[in-house]
């Protein structure tokens, strides 16, 4: 499956972005997805993620109550709502899929990835 990332760009502290992951080649709704991230001097960290139906989310403690993942599979579309932004939120965000029903947390456990796409959270 092939992803590409849209919607990152640069947004004041306390302000909302919604990042876009638009999925083709094969069936999207076969697949896991998760919203990974990699600050600059950082290891990649998995943010969210969600199962192939939607009914199981994951979110990282640091974005709870803050993000949300969600997916429509008849538009093959995987997103990311992030709300109350704050400058440590600043990454190349990337969308990344597993070829199962139910999510990993490890990044080594997603078979295809994204190009990723730029959020910068000024203070």
């Known amino acids: 499956v092939q992803l590409v990332e849209s919607g990152g760009e640069l947004v004041q502290a306390g302000g909302s972005l919604r990042l876009s992951c638009a999925g083709s080649g094969r069936t999207f709704s076969a697949y896991a997805m998760g919203w990974f991230r990699r600050a600059p001097g950082k290891e990649r960290e998995l943010v969210a993620a969600?199962?192939?139906?939607?009914?199981?989310?994951y979110y990282a403690d640091s974005v709870k109550g803050r993000f949300t993942i969600s997916r429509d599979n008849a538009k093959n579309t995987l997103y990311l709502q992030m709300n109350s932004l704050k400058p440590e939120d600043t990454a190349v965000y990337y969308c990344?899929?597993?070829?199962?029903?139910?999510?990993?947390?490890?990044?080594?456990?997603?078979?295809?990835w994204g190009q990723g796409t730029q959020v910068t959270v000024s203070s």
């Open positions: 969600i199962s192939w139906s939607g009914s199981s989310t």
């Open positions: 990344a899929a597993r070829g199962s029903r139910y999510y990993y947390t490890l990044d080594r456990d997603y078979d295809y």
